[in-house]
């Protein structure tokens, strides 16, 4: 490569670098919004944008593989990690919705490695603005431009990087015993990757099946975070939304209290308590929870579940245990609690 062209494609590339980095966090802004209306469900590991470093496109024109003629499609790039490799076909069908590909220079790095290979998974796509987007006022600058999206998974993107800092830079041929152990690693992540979509569709259709069996009233399941939150939405459906402040903190004084399965505390929910919080609005689910245990057996809870260090109470909580029946005036006084 002729050394004065390439220091001449980095001058023009540099005058209008800044212009790239708009492009990109463009592309990404349009992206990241279809992504939102549309998969709203779907959760992004992390999004990132750039343009092109100066010094990583004067290495990349002196490779033999680029001339006078090349174009080069990277100069602004965007990324989009999923946590799940099952994501990257919604994510995929969003970038040939929106956006113009460039087929020729666009690349499926799963379909290339084949199935005989290990190594970097993932797709890299070529996109422009098709002629309705590039009309428009705040995009005609960038009528002109490409820019490489990259869809990967997070295991996935994992082994790109340790690759590409202590292998894709190696120039030559690394030693035969580094060459296979990156090989077997290379496929432990893409096994670990597989293994990562089965557990999350198994994790999914667990949701799912605690959801309709606690709407039906089947209330079997031991007490966790998800389980909770789906058993309260089933027993307090008005309480809109619904908040946890401290859902670990509350799933320990469940245990605490001696309770297990969601059946346990289900028995304990007095048909005058579910009133009570239709009428006073309660939307914590923490002190909701928390007033179903103390109404039920306040000498237990205040026992072996109370923090000796919380010595004050609502005053609301204190009129609420007294027209229950909780004998509160002897609690508070054993256990030196303050009414305020």
Known sequence: ?????????????????????????????????????????IKIASYSKRAKEIESLRKKL????YNEN???????????ITYS?????????????????????SVDKTHALGNDKVGYRGNHYVVSFDE???????????????????VTSLIAHTWSEITHEKGYKFEGELPEDLER???LLAGMLELADLEMDAYVESFDKYVSKVEQEIERGCLRYQINSMSLEKFMAWKFPDISPQVFRDIDLILN???LFGLSTIKELDGL?????????????????????RNILIIANANQYFTKVWNPSMNQMNRKNYELYQRFGVDIDRICKEHNICIV
């Open 1 to 41: 490569m002729n050394e004065q062209y390439v220091e001449e494609r980095i001058r023009q590339y540099s005058n209008i670098r800044i212009l790239y980095e708009e492009f990109a966090e463009q592309v990404l802004n349009i992206l990241k919004e279809v992504i939102r209306q549309e998969h709203p469900t």
């Open 62 to 65: 002196r490779k033999d593989k």
């Open 70 to 80: 090349s174009e080069i499609t990277d100069l602004a790039g965007v990324r989009v």
């Open 85 to 105: 490799k099952k994501d990257i076909p919604y994510i995929v069908g969003v970038i040939e919705k929106i956006f113009q590909i460039d087929t020729q220079n």
């Open 132 to 150: 309705d987007r590039a009309r428009m006022p705040e995009n005609k600058k960038f009528e002109t431009l490409k820019c490489e999206i990259q």
């Open 181 to 183: 152990r990156k090989n």
């Open 253 to 255: 004084e469940l245990k």
């Open 269 to 289: 929910v007095r048909l005058e308590y579910e009133k009570e919080i239709l009428k006073t609005g309660w939307r914590s689910l923490d002190g909701i929870i």
